[in-house]
């Protein structure tokens, strides 16, 4: 069963730029991980103003060994370096209960 966990990123709007560029440039460490599956930036458009980081995996230990890892170290080095472009962030895990996606 697939695991997902998703990173609800608070962004002034005047940041929204700097985010999506630091994504643009982004390490891509993570796609390189054991047991990783898919990755997306997900911008938001009506109802609520967070940004989603959406991640899933081939299992929960496959994602908590990547948070312990250098790699994510290594994908959150420009965050590190030149400060946050989010003011807040929480993480949503879920497991996959049922999927499909079109070919
Ligand atoms: C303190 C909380 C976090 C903040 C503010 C944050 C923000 C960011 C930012 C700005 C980047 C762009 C790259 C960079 O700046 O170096 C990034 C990369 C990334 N973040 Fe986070 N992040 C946080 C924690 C997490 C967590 C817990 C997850 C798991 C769902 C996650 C998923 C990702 C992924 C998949 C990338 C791309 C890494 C790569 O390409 O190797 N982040 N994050």
């Known amino acids: 069963m697939s695991f997902v ?3 609800v990123l608070t962004v002034p709007a005047a940041m929204r730029d700097t985010l999506e560029q ?3 440039n ?3 460490e993570v796609d390189k991980m ?3 599956e898919a990755f997306e930036l997900l911008r938001p458009v009506e ?3 967070a940004y989603l980081v959406y991640t899933r995996w081939d299992s929960q230990a ?3 060994a990547w948070l312990s890892s250098q790699a994510f170290g290594q994908g959150h080095a420009q965050a590190s370096a030149d400060g946050p472009a989010a003011t807040g962030s929480s993480v949503w895990t879920f497991e996959v209960a049922q999927s499909k996606t079109r070919a």
């Open 47 to 49: 109802g609520q103003d």
């Open 62 to 64: 496959s994602f908590q």
């Open 22 to 24: 630091r994504f643009a």
């Open 5 to 7: 966990a998703i990173n």
């Open 26 to 28: 982004r390490a891509g």
């Open 34 to 36: 054991d047991g990783f």
